[in-house]
């Protein structure tokens, strides 16, 4: 008798214990995929350039950029540029040099530290100028030069889309401005930017969007005007005419 009743009970224990197991699996597997953190997102020890973090988490652009290709873009794309350029400027002069300053010296035929330091600070500013609930048209100063260098808004996001969708393979389209104020659109292939000025480039750079299949794929497969669009309606104005006023009361 006794020994039934243990194994009645035992019997008991195990159903209860794989009801459980079965219930909490489930849930995490449909519910929710796991996302790391932004902030745990850093260079392997001892590199001078830092990830600077995200001032948002990697779901909050959606619906138009989702949080996994987020995710895998900031903490492997991107985290790789860091780590590489840290390889690139060890032992040299260099680290002690702001990413600016590294990139306007540039020896183009150092490919490694064209290629990670563009990459590098390409992305840096690419999130600054992202954020959720932003889009919409900017205002103020930048709004003034905008209309006065390309005649309006939507003349200047008609620009700016062609030469993102016209860049050939990878790159990235700019908004760059000179000392005077005065703005251009340009694009370049890989992670070129346009402080490179040994390259041919000039203006500093206030707004870019990433037309690397990495930055889109995932949602938007080969469509890459629709991502296009879909950034333009996450940009953070405020912060492009911030780098705007930086940019032309420069030296
Ligand atoms: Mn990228």
Redesign the pocket.
């Known amino acids: 008798m006794k020994k039934v009743i243990l194994i009645g009970f035992a019997a008991l224990f195990m159903m209860a214990c794989n009801t459980k197991n079965e219930t909490g699996s489930d849930s995490k597997m449909e519910n929710k995929i796991e996302m790391g953190n932004p902030a745990d997102v850093q260079v392997t020890e001892g590199g001078v350039f830092k990830m600077q973090g995200l001032p948002y988490a990697y779901n909050a652009l959606e619906p138009f950029i989702d949080a996994r290709t987020m995710e895998i873009?900031y903490s492997r794309?991107?985290l790789g540029y860091a780590n590489n350029l840290n390889k690139a400027v060890e032992g040299t002069e260099m680290v002690n040099m702001s990413i600016e300053e590294v990139l306007k010296g540039l020896n183009p035929e150092n490919a490694a530290l064209r290629n990670n330091g563009g990459?590098y600070y390409?992305?840096n500013l690419?999130w600054e100028v992202l954020g959720p609930d932003k889009g919409g048209v900017p205002q103020g100063i930048l709004a003034d030069a905008i209309n006065r260098d390309f005649g309006s808004f939507n003349e200047f996001k008609k620009l700016f889309t062609e030469a993102a969708t016209k860049q050939f393979g990878s790159g990235w389209a700019w908004l760059v401005a000179n000392k005077e104020g005065k703005l251009s659109i340009i694009s370049t292939p890989n992670q070129d930017n346009p402080l490179m000025e040994k390259l041919g480039y000039t203006g500093t750079p206030i707004f870019a969007i990433?037309v690397?299949e990495?930055?889109y794929y995932l949602h938007y497969q080969n469509k890459r005007k629709d991502y296009v669009e879909a950034v333009f309606s996450v940009v953070n104005w405020d912060k492009v005419t911030e780098k705007y006023n930086t940019a032309i009361f420069k030296d």
């Open positions: 873009h794309h991107h990459g390409n992305h690419f990433d690397w990495h930055a």
